[in-house]
């Protein structure tokens, strides 16, 4: 089969493989290099409906293949995005074209930096769609002396149809997948794109529990208005989220001022147990930095955290209609009413199975009754 006959049944194909934007994009490449076109450089952009991204970028040379850079919603106000060859497109809805070797589009940086490598012609192309900034679109860039004949311009452009159809597919994969990884967490959303988990069914798993506490949220909220309690709780999510996930963790909720989260046990106990705490102390210790920083009733939030570990059923509860990706067992109960007791003990309690098995000083704080807990729980506290 022909080079330019394989690029057409390649693009009028489903191939699972291409809801991976970077396999999409490279096999694109070089199946269009096969076919006698010499692009040298690429750009593929790819926008998603995300609450901190705006889309993907993905970056395809000849001597690299593909990198893929997420880009957040702000870049619309940066030199990244403005005075681009992008933004002009999105202006224009249509392909552009310049042919730098004649001096056209060199006001813009990044053709000055296409030209400066030696290309000679530019063409970007955009995908069909009703709304202006999410309109997806593709680049080619050549170093033929003569940059793109028409007859190469015409292919590229009606080449872009059928691959649009493809990139619309793997921006619904990747829409799904972001969304469902930013309301679960990226676990979680992986059981559910695998479909493993019904209704009133999951999966057991042993964890070290995370529960933590805002302090004084309740006169928080007498204090100031909905808009500026909400600025504090994304603040406050923000220092507490990062330790728990760099640590890896997987946050499950956000109950109100709280979080409940889990770090299951799937490698060496002792390196889960001592992720857990060091990323419980290094929660806290961000939140005293930015409380230092902050002026009026922010400098007195603080909070609590609970180091529990215990087994616990991981999957969906709810409604028929709404459904809610949680873990449940007596595990989760104990570690919220043992985090009641940071007000009084310390800010941060770890019992006596997480201590043991993180094999780090701790310091005894002694036994604790529970309401409705029948034994009695040993409390401890990292010694710093």
């Known amino acids: 089969m022909r080079s330019e006959q394989r690029l ?75 005075n681009t060859p992008g933004e002009r497109m999105h202006q224009a809805r249509k392909p552009l074209r310049w042919q730098l070797a004649k001096g056209e589009g060199l006001e813009m940086s990044l053709l000055q930096e296409i030209a400066d490598e030696g290309g000679n012609d530019y063409l970007i192309v955009p995908f069909h769609t009703d709304h202006k900034f999410e309109q997806p679109w593709i680049t080619f860039a050549t170093k033929q002396p003569d940059g793109f004949t028409n007859d190469e311009i015409d292919s590229l452009i009606s080449y872009c149809m059928p691959l649009s159809w493809k990139a619309r597919v793997a921006m619904a994969d990747m829409a799904t997948r972001s969304l469902l990884q930013v309301y679960l967490g990226a676990n979680a959303a992986d059981h559910v794109l695998q479909g493993e988990f019904q209704r009133g069914t999951g999966t057991r798993i042993d964890a070290v529990i995370w529960f933590c506490d805002m302090r004084g949220f309740t006169s928080l909220g007498d204090r100031c208005s909905s808009e500026e309690l909400v600025a504090i709780l994304d603040d406050y999510f923000e220092v507490m989220s990062a330790p728990i996930e760099s640590g890896g963790g997987e946050i499950l909720k956000f109950i109100g001022d709280a979080i409940l989260a889990v770090f299951p046990l799937e490698s060496e106990i002792k390196t889960v147990a001592t992720k857990a705490i060091d990323a419980a102390q290094t929660a806290l210790a961000k939140l005293s930095t930015w409380r230092e920083q902050q002026t009026g009733y922010r400098k007195s939030i603080s909070a609590g955290i609970a180091l529990h570990m215990g087994s616990v059923l ?30 009084t003990l310390a800010p941060l309690l770890v019992t006596e199975p997480v201590a043991l098995a993180a094999q780090q000083p701790m310091k005894s704080l002694g036994q604790f009754e529970l309401r409705g807990v029948e034994e009695p729980i040993a409390l401890f506290t990292p010694q710093n």
């Open 8 to 82: 057409t049944s390649w693009l009028q194909e489903y191939d699972e493989q291409d809801q991976v934007p970077e396999h999409l994009h490279g096999t694109f490449m070089t199946l269009l290099n096969n076919a006698g076109f010499s692009v040298y450089r690429s750009s593929l952009w790819l926008p998603t409906r995300h609450p901190e991204l705006w889309g993907t970028q993905l970056i395809w040379s000849h001597n690299e293949g593909v990198k893929a850079y997420r880009r957040d919603h702000g870049i619309t106000q940066t030199s990244t995005y403005l």
């Open 314 to 343: 991981y999957g969906n509860i709810g409604g028929s209609s709404r459904l809610d990706f949680t873990v449940i067992g007596a595990a989760v109960n104990e570690a919220s009413r043992i985090e009641s007791l940071c007000k």
